[in-house]
């Protein structure tokens, strides 16, 4: 039990546009959810706390109107890139949480 | 200043020989630390709780040292398979992690 998927798992698009990335707990109900960013050779850093039914709690330095959190059912948040530009370029893994956090395979963005 | 912090390393381990790594934290009101494994390009996974009398679980090893801020991991007779990314974790308020860098393993046959 306790898995997470995310789609897509990898996505290449033009500076500018907008990618939307899902984050599903497949088989429990998860409250919280939490999206990170994780750039070559360092840490996961915690981009935003996603909330069933209310705001999405981001971190200091996260512009909440860049990252938009939609944690719409109890099974699906998404993560929507706005306007993305090469430095948005990451890998963004999702986790849900049920006691401990399980994470979600990871969907890597190049932004060009 | 981070509040976990390792050493990227690599730590190039031949087969079956032992290593072991620390991480240091900075903020004490951690209410619980981890090990979490992370391969190439893939998802961090859960490897082992940490606890202050230390807990074993096959040939890993990990230990929790509150006075001195720092967590251990011991590898006992690596495998290749052991190759991966080491993460040290703390668990804060409102089920918040903080992750370390990691610390690079490379078992080498």
């Known amino acids: 039990g306790a898995v997470v998927s995310q789609h897509p798992s990898w996505v290449i698009c033009k500076s500018g546009t907008s990618v939307k990335i899902e984050c599903r707990s497949l088989?429990?109900?998860?409250?919280?959810m939490f999206w990170y960013r994780q750039f070559p050779k360092q840490s996961l850093m915690l981009m935003a706390t996603s909330n069933e039914g209310s705001k999405a709690t981001y971190e200091q330095g996260v512009e909440k109107d860049k990252f938009l959190i939609n944690h719409a059912s109890l099974t699906l948040s998404t993560l929507t890139v706005t306007s993305a530009h090469p430095e948005d370029s990451s890998f963004y893994i999702c986790?849900?949480?049920?006691?401990?956090?399980?994470f979600g395979p990871g969907t890597r963005l190049l932004v060009l | 200043r981070k509040e976990v912090e390792q050493d990227p390393g690599p730590f190039n381990v031949p087969e079956g020989a032992t290593v072991a790594f620390n991480c240091t934290y900075s903020?004490?009101?951690?209410?619980?630390f981890f090990w979490y494994r992370q391969d190439c390009r893939k998802e961090p996974k859960l490897l082992m709780s940490?606890?202050?009398s230390g807990n074993e679980d096959g040939r890993f090893t990990a230990q929790l040292n509150r006075a001195s801020q720092y967590i251990s991991l011991l590898i006992r007779d690596s495998k290749l398979s052991d190759s991966a990314t080491y993460l040290c974790?703390?668990?804060?308020?409102?089920?918040?992690?903080?992750f370390g860098k990691g610390n690079q393993v490379v078992v080498i046959p």
């Open positions: 903020n004490s009101a951690s209410q619980s």
């Open positions: 986790s849900a949480s049920r006691g401990t956090q399980y």
């Open positions: 940490v606890y202050s």
């Open positions: 088989d429990f109900q998860a409250t919280t």
């Open positions: 974790v703390g668990l804060y308020g409102n089920n918040r992690l903080a």
